[in-house]
């Protein structure tokens, strides 16, 4: 028999710890940003580059204000990039080291150029800031601010390649790093020493402070475009319960954003698990909850449209639960959109189509022998089949999750058989009320519906095969174990559907409960995605 109290459907993951950095891509204006994630048990922090004061003097919050010599060799020791004409502010792209914008320690790429000597240059374009630059004379004194959000094309190193190699193009592009202009020789400049910073100037440095973070309790992930069936490359979005989201987090190759995805994904259901353990101390033993968590449902909607919904899938005593939200209450569960008798189920996984005839990329799932790179558009999808023949189709985001609902599905509706004992349906046989019932110790039975009498009676043992119309009637062959004959029953049911995922239940929970191992490696799931 298999202990009725809920487990894990596997060994919970290494916590997850993770720093490293990424790209923020904002869809209303299509840019992307600098960011570094910082990942613990409980949360996911967004964290941007910003300049502060490490000490020195009095010091304002928003900008700085600093005085540069020109040199006769280097210039200002500084590029630019942007202008108004391309509706981004001028950055400075590149600090040379040892030259004077470098030495006084209060100038950082990615600073947005503000005043010009005391002339506002946000508007200007970028020829008009690169012009006063180079006429200011020997002192320089600009005015910046640190933009946390600058596009991070406007970031590139110098030299990086811009759209076009003619020069007058590249003149006219935000990627056009204007060095060269403001670091030769001008009539304007005379040999001079370095400036260097005094002792009670305010001193800054770059760091990286904490823009949004994340509780990643009951929070979801996911890879998918909004308002599509389309799956993003080497990105996709976390989603806390409070609503609050990242934005489309980016990496630079699949695998990165794989580590990242598995990570975040890991620490979730870690989380998840403990707030099982936490609401099982309420519940009765015939209540508890084996697994829950957020999955994306697939509907097809009019022109072959495919719609995504996001919903709460839980297994908890006799039923499977579909939520719009993780519940928070006793109310809640008794509200969910749709509730299903786990004994009338029937859990399918999808084929994994996988490029290159590989099952599943090995970073999705540890232990995995090939190395293999999933398909965009194909999900990790089941399907949850319910009465009269209907279903709801589901996918996750990796094969961890897949093998995690596969497991959990398969323990949950070998408990409730194990605590319903037997299930009872009405049916009808040449014109008369019978009783079909299928009872975990003896097997199947038909009985007449007033008096109780037994008909005929078999093991699971005898089942032999079975036939349906895919509608009201069923024909089930059992063998004599007597005569060795083949029997034939054939009975009509109201939820055809319905008994022939319960009979599937019961005769797997009675295989399970003789042979464990044996319906473990039956698992898709587990058959592909671990070594033997």
């Known amino acids: 028999m298999l202990p009725l109290e809920p487990k894990a459907a596997f060994p919970l993951s290494v916590l997850q710890t993770k720093t490293g950095l990424a790209l923020l891509y904002d869809e209303d204006t299509s840019n992307t940003y600098d960011i570094r994630l910082k990942l613990t048990k409980e949360m996911l922090t967004i964290q941007k580059q910003d300049v502060v004061c490490i000490g020195g003097g009095a010091h304002h919050l928003n900008h700085r204000t600093v005085v540069l010599r020109r040199q006769a060799n280097g210039g200002l020791g500084l590029s630019i990039k942007g202008g108004a004409e391309h509706k981004v502010p001028v950055v400075i792209s590149k600090i040379f080291k040892d030259q004077v914008a470098d030495q006084t320690g209060m100038l950082f790429i990615g600073d947005a150029v503000l005043q010009v000597n005391g002339i506002n240059v946000e508007k200007c374009t970028h020829e008009e800031v690169v012009h006063l630059l180079r006429t200011a004379g020997d002192d320089v004194t600009i005015t910046v601010r640190y933009l946390r959000e600058a596009p991070a094309f406007l970031k590139l190193p110098l030299g990086s390649p811009g759209p076009s190699s003619d020069q007058s193009s590249r003149a006219s592009s935000p990627l056009f790093d204007s060095g060269l202009h403001l670091n030769g020789n001008s009539s304007n400049t005379a040999p001079s020493s370095p400036s260097s910073p005094s002792a009670n100037e305010p001193k800054y440095e770059k760091r990286w402070l904490d823009a949004v973070s994340l509780p990643l309790s009951m929070a979801r992930v996911s890879r998918h475009k909004a308002g599509s069936d389309k799956l993003r490359s080497n990105s996709f979005e976390v989603f806390a319960l409070d609503g609050v989201c990242t934005n489309v987090l980016q990496f630079c190759t699949a695998a990165e954003s794989t580590d990242w995805l598995q990570a ?39 022109d072959a449209n495919h719609i995504q919904s996001y919903k709460f899938l839980a297994l908890k005593g006799s039923s499977l639960f579909i939520l719009r939200g993780p519940p928070a209450s006793v109310s809640d569960w008794a509200q969910a959109e749709a509730t299903f008798n786990l004994c009338e189920v029937l859990f399918k996984v999808h ?38 023949g209907q279903s709801h189709c589901f996918s996750v985001e990796l094969g961890t999750e897949l093998a995690l609902w596969e497991k959990a599905f398969q323990r949950a509706v070998f408990v409730e058989v194990q605590r319903a004992g037997s299930k009872t349906y009405m049916c009808s046989s040449q014109g008369k009320i019978l009783c079909f019932t299928i009872d975990f110790e003896s097997g199947f039975s038909c009985s007449e519906s007033i008096s109780k009498k037994v008909i005929w009676r078999y093991k699971f043992s005898q089942l032999k095969g079975s036939s349906d ?64």
């Open 469 to 532: 119309d895919g509608k009201t009637r069923v024909k089930l062959l059992f063998k004599n174990p007597e005569s060795k004959q083949i029997e034939m029953k054939e009975l009509e049911f109201a939820n055809l559907t319905a008994v022939l995922h319960c009979i599937h239940s019961f005769i797997a929970a009675k295989v399970a409960s003789v042979d464990p191992l044996f319906v473990n490696n039956q698992t898709i799931t587990r058959k592909y995605m671990y070594n033997s």
């Open 351 to 388: 084929k994994l189509w996988i490029a290159e005839d590989c099952w599943i990329q090995t970073k999705l799932y540890p232990g995995l022998q090939q190395d293999c790179e999933l398909r965009d558009n194909e999900p990790f999808c089941f399907s949850v089949l319910v009465g009269h």
């Open 264 to 302: 975040i994904s890991t620490n979730i259901n870690d989380l998840t698990q403990e707030n099982i353990k936490t609401a099982n101390k309420f519940y009765s033993s015939d209540e508890q909850i084996i697994h829950m968590g957020w999955v994306c449902e697939h509907l097809h909607g009019s």
